[in-house]
Nanobody, 126 residues
Framework: QVQLVESGGGLVQAGGSLRLSCVAS????????MGWFRQGPGKDREFVAT????????FYADSVKGRFTISRENAKNTVYLQMNSLKPEDTAVYYC???????????????????WGHGTQVTVSS
């Protein structure tokens, strides 16, 4: 069992930055690929980024590529999402998720993941 708790959301002006954190409790954090998803008002949950167990491999949605960076510190059981050049369309609840998969990235679909956090709200004003 893995529990995930996100933090770092808030209100920011367009062009600003935020860094989200997700702390995992439970054992063997490094056994999991991690992902970030988001869900805007009236929208489906969508993939944002994923990182493999070591942090060496990452993959991003086209909408955030070049602006967002996913990283992890296994010694702290934490995954991060650095978000720069934020746009109003980035407004959403952001969720971190864990997929028990060895030596590869997490999936692109919410159904690929085994555990979820409760989310943190990010609001970008224009």
């Amino acid at each position: 069992q893995v529990q995930l708790v996100e933090s770092g959301g808030g209100l920011v002006q367009a062009g600003g930055s935020l860094r989200l954190s997700c702390v995992a409790s439970g054992r063997a954090f490094s056994n999991y690929a991690m992902g970030w998803f988001r869900q805007g008002p009236g929208k489906d949950r969508e993939f944002v980024a994923t990182i493999d167990w070591s942090g060496a491999d990452t993959f991003y949605a086209d909408s955030v590529k070049g602006r967002f960076t996913i990283s992890r510190e296994n010694a702290k059981n934490t995954v991060y999402l650095q978000m720069n050049s934020l746009k109003p369309e980035d407004t959403a609840v952001y969720y971190c998720a864990a997929e028990r998969v060895a030596f590869q990235l997490g999936g692109l679909s919410p159904g690929d993941y085994d555990y979820w956090g409760h989310g943190t709200q990010v609001t970008v004003s224009s």
